[in-house]
């Protein structure tokens, strides 16, 4: 299925390169009709890969824990709001003191959703389910649900959070996982 999609994708790209390259030679421009509002579109030849590099400094911690396979967040100290993932700031007052908390990892699915249509950078995963539950801290996390039997996932199922190693990537992360 993987595969399939891949192929799909590039197949509608080179449709959409050749009708540039057409209008280009018409208009002498890149330029296309949005196939929904139909306004124009300008379309770059040129592609953009791109990889992040960010600090996580401030919230190192965080990462800490995963490989501890524990769950922190940062709460504020003026307001008390709660962020998972973490935050160095809070976005609710603005204010900079936070203070880490354990979460429990304990909680109730909420809603989720089957994943059939991925961006290209996550085509080679299988179709894959998200959720999102709602910890005893109160708080709403999104997570995929390492369930993968659509049919035995009910919203109100207790879950709990765990810690995982993604492949290929290599890298921790965490899902959803149902417990009762």
């Not at 209008?23 to 990889?51: H, M, Q, Y």
């Not at 709602?134 to 659509?150: C, H, P, Q, S, Y």
């Amino acid at each position: 299925m993987k595969i399939i999609q891949k192929i799909i994708y590039d197949e509608e790209i080179k449709k959409l390169e050749e009708f540039v390259k057409e209008n280009k030679k018409i208009l002498g421009f890149p330029i296309i009709p949005d196939r929904k509002l139909g306004t124009a579109l300008w379309v770059s030849n040129r592609e953009l890969k791109i990889k992040f590099m960010i600090s996580v400094e401030k919230i190192k911690k965080f990462f800490e824990g995963l490989s501890e396979g524990k769950f922190y967040a940062t709460k504020c100290l003026n307001c008390n709001e709660i962020y998972f993932p973490p935050q160095s700031a809070c976005g609710k007052c603005r204010n900079e003191k936070m203070e880490w908390i354990e979460l429990s990892g304990e909680g109730e699915l909420l809603t989720f959703t089957k994943i059939f249509v991925k961006p290209y950078s996550f085509s080679h995963y299988d179709d894959y389910i998200v959720g999102i539950a709602r910890l005893k801290e109160g708080i709403n996390v999104t997570a995929w649900i390492e369930e993968k039997d659509f049919e035995k996932i009910k919203v109100g199922s207790k879950i709990k959070l765990k810690v995982v190693k993604r492949f290929p990537e290599e890298y921790l992360t965490y899902v959803i996982t149902i417990i009762d």
